[in-house]
């Protein structure tokens, strides 16, 4: 599914589209590549979260290892709008895809 239908859909104009724009509504074709990703497509790797570190003031990245009991991994640094961190969060979901099926 990856080769034949979303990757063709992954432009610098969908990326910028996600920048300007991660969170409401969207093209089809970023809508598309939203729902694979948010699909869990690497159950195998950690899955990437947004963790609230001060509420409406700052944000970061978190890692989930998927086990019940294990404490979450933050990463190091800081996000100062909900947009920024979600599209952080959008550019490094695309590159694991990316990587494992594939440009």
């Known amino acids: 599914m990856w080769r034949e ?3 063709p859909l992954i432009t610098d104009e969908l990326i910028e589209e996600h920048r300007r724009t ?4 969207h093209s089809a074709a970023l809508d598309a590549v939203l729902y694979f ?6 159950p195998h790797l950690p899955r990437l979260i947004v963790i609230i570190i001060t509420p409406a003031k700052e944000w970061a ?4 290892g998927r086990q019940k009991g294990v404490p ?8 100062h709008s909900i947009d920024e961190v979600e599209h952080a969060v959008f550019l490094e979901r695309l590159k694991l895809v990316q990587e494992e099926f594939g440009a």
């Open 22 to 25: 991660p969170i409401g509504h």
């Open 61 to 64: 990245i978190g890692e989930h």
């Open 72 to 79: 979450i991994f933050v990463r190091p640094g800081l996000y």
């Open 5 to 7: 239908r979303i990757a």
């Open 37 to 42: 990703l948010r699909g869990d497509p690497l």
